[in-house]
């Protein structure tokens, strides 16, 4: 099994929580709460 770096992400975990609460198109929250 491959061990998955916790850096591949470049936005923290807040900044997409925020980001979730104020998006404007719907399909977009499934991709912001995966990368969460």
């Not at 099994?1 to 399909?27: N, P």
């Amino acid at each position: 099994m491959k061990v998955i770096d916790k850096k591949l992400i470049e936005e923290d975990i807040i900044e997409l929580k925020k980001l979730q609460k104020t998006i404007k198109h719907r399909r977009f929250v499934p991709r912001i709460q995966m990368l969460i």
